[in-house]
């Protein structure tokens, strides 16, 4: 048991396959959470389906917002000058906080989470000093930068909105080397459950480091394969300076064409996301809105809300996770459109495909986080129609302001007319929406 402010209790339960480690919850009562730190050891027939099975059922419970799950291949060094001063400053920082608090890239709301990784690294450096005698101040150093550095590439979009109850499965193979081993059970102290497959290799019998984690045989080790794992069957592509994902085809059923009720509007809210921008330490640097405008995770926003972030956070209405993504799939400056991507399944609104001109007078519901408030729904009239640096948008009279960037503009018929561009013009006090022909054609191929 490892005492904090959240208790972690280790492998209260045996775990003896892949199946059962992807299901298994650890219960959160009383801030006590149980966590799993397991070893799958050697190699069976039928163990590379077993792992792609284990893949789609965590992406089947990702998708619905139940878990967040990661498989990697292995971790990277920690060698860039700019990256190793990066993280020795997190150490000082640490440092100064007698050892009690450590903050990295990671966001979270929940500021328990900087104590707990501050005690974890506490923990698991203790632990290493136990192996190796006479550690000198660097060696620490270099041992608490690596471990940071490593923490921030495997949970940097997993534990965005992390708090006790999460969910969270990581999955590693062939670990041996001692760091690596201690960086991964010091996942288990800040709340993850992780496992290690260890088809080819295994730590030495009888490392005092082995009484960490609980093992099962699946047979004799041996050489395996195993296959890259792609989030989701996420695929990414080169785009200039953004991660990118192959273009997937969706069909979105044509809406009905009788006006809806405004109630009926704003249940497509559910469907308009607040995206909260983050700088390079993890703060919260603007706001703004999304579209929903395809299943695979596909969220039309404005470039101006995408630029400057380094990575984003998304939240659904009525889903209490929390989405963190670096994804930047497409953007256009011009006009001022981006698509981000998350990974989960979308329920997107339809976009207006232009059955009948858009005129002045005609009613129109917009939907946003207006200065962070949540998915405000407000109703007005098409005003008129403007062209400003030669883009045509739609004036309207539903009220908006900062944060409602990004937001739904929508006719009768619960489809979307255009996106909300708030403060294009600050000198005058008019909301200007990008209409549905710059959409329609910006988004071919992710709906």
């Not at 966590?35 to 965590?58: C, H, S, T, W």
């Not at 041996?176 to 996942?187: A, D």
């Not at 192959?246 to 509007?265: A, G, I, N, Q, Y």
């Amino acid at each position: 048991m490892y005492e904090q402010t959240v208790i972690f209790r280790h492998n209260v339960m045996e775990i003896h396959s892949l199946h059962a480690f992807i299901n298994i919850k650890g219960g959160f009562n009383n801030n006590c959470k149980d966590v799993y730190f397991a070893r799958a050891i050697g190699r069976k027939d039928g163990l590379l389906q077993d792992i792609k099975q284990m893949d789609q059922e965590a992406c089947s419970l990702m998708q619905t917002g139940k878990i967040r799950y990661k498989r990697i291949q292995g971790l990277p060094r920690l060698s860039s000058i700019e990256d190793a001063d990066t993280y020795s400053g997190y150490y000082a920082q640490w440092m100064e906080t007698s050892r009690k608090r450590m903050k990295t890239k990671v966001f979270s709301r929940d500021e328990r989470l900087a104590e707990i990784l501050g005690s974890a690294c506490s923990f698991v450096l203790k632990k290493y000093m136990e192996l190796k005698k006479n550690i000198t101040e660097s060696m620490e150093k270099n041992f608490i930068a690596k471990l940071t550095y490593w923490y921030d590439y495997v949970m940097k979009d997993v534990f965005c909105e992390w708090n006790g109850g999460s969910v969270v499965k990581i999955v590693a193979h062939n670990v041996t080397n001692e760091q690596e081993y201690l960086f991964y059970y010091m996942l288990t102290l800040t709340g993850a459950d992780v496992l290690l497959i260890q088809a080819e290799k295994d730590l030495e019998k009888g490392q005092e480091l082995l009484k960490l984690s609980s093992g099962f045989v699946l047979g004799e080790l041996g050489e395996l394969q195993t296959p890259e794992f792609f989030s989701c069957e996420r695929v990414k592509l080169q785009l200039p300076e953004r991660a990118t994902v192959t273009k997937r085809t969706t069909v979105v059923k044509p809406p009905d064409s009788m006006e809806k009720s405004f109630e009926e509007l704003a249940l497509l809210a559910s469907s308009v996301v607040m995206i909260s921008i983050h700088d390079g330490n993890g703060e919260v640097i603007g706001t703004g809105s999304g579209i929903m405008v395809g299943k695979k995770g596909y969220l039309l926003t404005n470039s101006h809300v995408a630029s400057g972030g380094r990575f984003y956070s998304i939240r659904i209405e009525e889903d209490q996770q929390i989405y963190s993504t670096d994804e930047v799939i497409k953007y256009n400056t011009v006009l001022d459109l981006a698509i981000l991507r998350i990974n989960r399944e979308l329920n997107p609104i339809p976009v207006y495909k232009g059955k009948m001109k858009l005129v002045r007078g005609q009613k129109v519901v917009a939907i946003g986080s207006p200065l962070g408030l949540f998915n405000s729904v407000s109703d007005g009239i098409i005003s008129g129609f403007r062209t400003i640096n030669n883009v045509d948008m739609i004036q309207f009279t539903a009220p908006i302001s900062h944060g409602s960037s990004g937001g739904a503009v929508l006719n009768m018929q619960g489809e979307v007319i255009g996106i909300s561009t708030a403060g294009i013009d600050s000198g005058q006090n008019i909301n200007l929406a990008m209409g549905y022909e710059g959409i329609n054609m910006f988004i071919q191929g992710f709906v």
